[in-house]
């Protein structure tokens, strides 16, 4: 699919969704979610190094411009991303911000 055989929704949807991508306490968050992992709020918390009313900042402003979805299970709510290419859009910024 080109850029041009999307409609002005798809396109003000993928803007949003890299607006709220472009953070790094995000884009950390991202990496840590690849390959189908689910973490809590406890665990992303832990791992950044954070606090977790941050944490869960991060996670709202990402989970509301659909990024990431979250599952409840018991007393935790796992996250995970909602669409397994999004680790491709880290992973391609990765690669042109390395220098050679």
Request: glycine share 4%; proline share 1%; with cysteine.
């Amino acid at each position: 699919m080109k850029i041009k055989d999307l409609t002005i929704e798809q396109l003000e949807d993928a803007a949003n969704m890299l607006k709220a991508i472009a953070h790094p306490m995000r884009i950390a968050i991202l990496n840590y979610l690849e390959d189908g992992k689910k973490l809590t709020v406890t665990e992303i918390h832990e791992l950044l190094g954070i606090e977790q009313s941050t944490t869960s900042h991060h996670l709202g402003i990402l989970k509301d411009k659909g990024v990431l979805c979250s599952k409840r299970e018991g007393k935790n709510t796992y996250y995970s991303l909602k669409h397994s290419n999004l680790s491709n859009i880290v992973n391609c910024v990765s690669k042109c911000t390395t220098t050679d």
